[in-house]
């Protein structure tokens, strides 16, 4: 089964995913990049035909449940196609698989059936975390900061009889987030308590007083939807809170473990891209009168190269293997996986670029887009600075206890 999941996700990669990523960089102006004609939605639609926006959604509720390694093969696949596009059809299903999580049968029924029978994109998930002031120090818990008044959140969710208003902006780097119809949103239910008096609702994003920003203009991931979302107002009903304070730690963990493993595996499969074409192009590359992959230091970059990616792809799914169904996860495996392979990814695709030369930054070769695919993975999901002193907290914690 899991040689049939590669080939038939690496056959959507390739015929579906590469030709769209290479039209929706080129487009200058992103909200054309997401208008009715744009081949973003020809991907969409493919995707939900193929059930993939219900690949993290249990097959208890109907979806393709993938876990553990046949999700990193999944990935991995589809990062391999476009890391941009990956992230967005992942993210597609993340609130609904977060529903889900819950087990909540009623809302379970309400929300997450009619996603899983949709065979359209008429429903796209998102993910709103970051805020304009807060962005990677959301995800710090355990840490003293974590808990500091001053640093509460910025949308803040206010109780009002069977309801919660809800108040706030959430940042440009929400992914999918000028495209997406709900949102697994990250509120302040009790700002006195800072970050640990969080919680996380599921929002419907056609509600009155829901407005989206445009479109994010970006170096990378061009194909990836990306922008702010405001909030003025905004009531839900109270059943939508789906973790309060007292969960919302640990609803934090499992997000981040998933998410950042998912991250490592989607951008081993960019690094792998960036590692094929270079290894490609040196074959049919003729200097010194022969092709450069005869040359010793060429060879020398090209197996450093393969080793990254094969390290990248232990890593990845060791960490999607590990944390499946543990609980409470062990969210330092998820973290060394993103910021692991994403700086992987960028190094890999640095030594291809340089593989190619002055050609490296022409764009009629695909390596400079992948070269800045990669480098927006540093950053997205969490800063990987940031990340690594989160897993050195996990470290130091469990070698303690």
Request: proline content about 5%.
């Amino acid at each position: 089964p899991l040689q049939t999941l590669k080939k038939s996700v690496h056959e959507f990669a390739r015929q579906v995913l590469r030709p769209a990523d290479v039209v929706l960089d080129r487009i200058d102006d992103p909200a054309k990049a997401i208008a009715p004609t744009s081949p973003l939605w020809e991907v969409m639609r493919a995707a939900y035909a193929q059930r993939f926006h219900t690949a993290l959604i249990p097959s208890t509720c109907g979806g393709l449940g993938l876990q553990g390694i046949a999700l990193q093969i999944a990935l991995e696949e589809l990062g391999w196609g476009s890391g941009g596009l990956a992230l967005s059809i992942a993210v597609a299903g993340f609130p609904f698989s977060l529903v889900a999580a819950t087990g909540n049968r009623a809302l379970i029924d309400e929300l997450v059936t009619p996603f899983v029978n949709s065979t359209e994109p008429h429903a796209i998930g998102c993910w709103a975390i970051t805020e304009p002031d807060h962005g990677s120090d959301q995800f710090m818990a355990g840490t003293p900061q974590f808990s500091d008044p001053k640093i509460a959140g910025q949308t803040v969710a206010r109780a009002d009889g069977d309801s919660y208003v809800i108040s706030g902006q959430k940042s440009a780097w929400v992914s999918n987030g000028t495209i997406a119809t709900h949102a697994v949103t990250f509120l302040a239910i009790d700002p006195s308590r800072g970050m640990a008096g969080n919680g996380v609702a599921f929002i419907p994003l056609n509600l009155p007083g829901v407005s989206k920003d445009k479109p994010l203009d970006k170096l990378g991931q061009r194909a990836l939807n990306q922008g702010a979302i405001q909030f003025n107002n905004v009531r839900i009903p109270k059943r939508y809170l789906l973790f309060g304070p007292e969960a919302y730690a640990a609803a934090l963990d499992q997000t981040l473990a998933l998410t950042n493993a998912a991250m490592g595996a989607a951008f081993t499969g960019v690094a792998r891209a960036a590692y094929e074409e270079a290894l490609a192009y040196t074959k049919g590359r003729v200097q010194g009168g022969r092709p450069i992959s005869e040359h010793q230091l060429v060879q020398r970059e090209l197996f450093e190269m393969f080793t990254k990616v094969e390290t990248c792809r232990a890593l990845s799914r060791a960490a999607l293997a590990y944390n499946d169904g543990s609980q409470p996860p062990a969210l330092e495996y998820s973290i060394a996986s993103k910021v692991y392979c994403t700086q992987v990814a960028l190094e890999v695709a640095d030594s291809a670029l340089q593989l190619f030369g002055g050609k490296g930054l022409s764009r009629d070769f695909p390596i400079e887009r992948i070269y800045r695919d990669a480098r927006a993975s540093l950053i997205e999901d969490g800063v990987n600075d940031v990340l690594a002193l989160v897993g050195a907290r996990r470290l130091i914690d469990r070698s303690a206890s």
